[in-house]
Nanobody
Framework: QVQLVESGGGLVQPGGSLRLSCAAS????????MGWYRQAPGKQRELVAG???????NYADSVKGRFTISRDNAKNTVYLQMNSLKPEDTAVYYC?????????????WGQGTQVTVSS
């Protein structure tokens, strides 16, 4: 069982920056693929950025060059550095942890943190 707790959301002006953190409890954090998703009002949840156990990353086209995902396995934490924020980045941001075995796929979500980009 993995519990995920996000922090770092808030209100920021366009062009500003925020860093989200996701602290994970439980063991074997380093073998989980971690991701940040977001959901804006009236829209589906979408993948923002992901990082696998080997450190490879992927990003949604809308955030490439502005957002950076990273992980610190010693701290059981994954981060999302968000720069040059735009009003369209406003959403609830969720942390996700996944790993698969031969017989089962483990999938965990945090409770979400609100990011609002507005002047």
């Amino acid at each position: 069982q993995v519990q995920l707790v996000e922090s770092g959301g808030g209100l920021v002006q366009p062009g500003g920056s925020l860093r989200l953190s996701c602290a994970a409890s439980g063991s074997m954090f380093s073998i989980y693929a971690m991701g940040w998703y977001r959901q804006a009002p009236g829209k589906q949840r979408e993948l923002v950025a992901g990082i696998n156990s080997g450190g490879s990353t992927n990003y949604a086209d809308s955030v490439k060059g502005r957002f950076t995902i990273s992980r610190d396995n010693a701290k059981n934490t994954v981060y999302l550095q968000m720069n040059s924020l735009k009003p369209e980045d406003t959403a609830v941001y969720y942390c996700n942890a996944q790993r698969s075995t031969i017989s089962y796929k483990y999938n965990y979500w945090g409770q979400g943190t609100q990011v609002t980009v507005s002047s």
